[in-house]
């Protein structure tokens, strides 16, 4: 992603970055995609409708746009609370409420987390959510089991970059290709380049490199499945990522099922 040109200055922040790095980056019967909400956020909590949540639809989000300086790669950037059951981002003023599901944060907004009240790590910390965050090396469409509560982790930040790419913190939903030669042809318009991982990707050796898919237990105790598919605008193929490509903008599908259900299903 330009996570990306974060890496530009390379030689002389390669250490900083790496530390930074370090502690934080089927068959459906119908698809809905939507825009990010601009609007103004609004300035009281809504009530939640649980008969409104989409279970069992496939849901698209495009282009969910974050801080992004390529300048000083390093610095702070506010985190992004977004919510599954409304499929919009929310207030930082939401932060202590059950009204959002998954957190953005970190290195260029790159690592996701849940919302939890009981870890002090995390930006829900004594408020109402109960979720929590968890990965596996299995495509979207094949994953149908709901992990069980140990498997989710409950602090900030914890699912980012890959241990196949550069930088790597564990199995993540991206893959930073530093050199562009892991993914790319070596060429300078392909260094530097951040591939979501929702899709088989196929490395430059002619080997396939396996989907992973981020399943969330959401902050009011629902579950969700998340295919990861770019951070780059309006760009969802690995082809169509290069060096410049504006960034960061995160788009993903996602498949949410109810409390107490024992797998994922889209009807």
């Known amino acids: 992603m330009k996570i990306i040109n974060i890496f530009q200055k390379r030689a002389a922040t390669g250490i900083l970055i790496l530390a930074v790095l370090a502690s934080t980056f089927t068959a459906c019967k119908k698809t809905e995609g939507v825009k990010p909400d601009t609007t103004t956020p609004e300035t009281t909590t809504p009530t939640r409708d649980a008969d409104k949540v989409p279970y069992y639809k496939l849901q698209r989000v495009e282009n969910l746009a974050a801080q992004t300086d390529d300048q000083n790669p390093t610095t702070p950037k506010t985190e992004i609370f977004f919510s599954l059951d409304y499929k919009k981002e929310q207030p930082a003023t939401y932060a202590k409420t059950s009204f959002w599901d998954i957190s ?25 959510g109960k979720g929590g965050i968890t990965i596996v090396q299995q495509a979207f469409d094949d994953v149908t089991a709901i992990p069980t509560d140990a498997d989710f982790k409950t602090g900030k930040g914890l699912i980012g970059t890959d241990d196949k790419g550069s930088f790597g913190t564990g199995t993540g939903w991206y893959l930073y290709d530093f050199g562009g030669t892991v993914v790319g042809d070596g060429g300078e318009t392909k260094v530097h380049v951040a591939y979501a991982l929702g899709n088989a990707l196929k490395l430059a050796d002619g080997s396939t490199f396996p989907a992973r898919t981020v399943i969330v237990k959401t902050a009011s105790g629902d579950y969700a499945k998340i295919k990861m598919i770019s951070c780059y605008k309006d760009v969802f193929t690995p082809d169509q990522m290069f060096t410049n490509t504006p960034h960061m903008y995160f788009t993903f599908e996602y498949v949410m099922v109810p409390a ?3 797998k994922f299903e889209i009807k």
Do not use: E, R
């Not at 690592?111 to 408020?127: E, I, M, V, W």
């Open 104 to 128: 953005l944060s970190g290195l260029y907004n790159s690592f996701l987390g849940g919302n939890n009240n009981t870890d002090a790590a995390n930006s829900g910390y004594q408020g109402p």
């Open 260 to 262: 107490g259900s024992t």
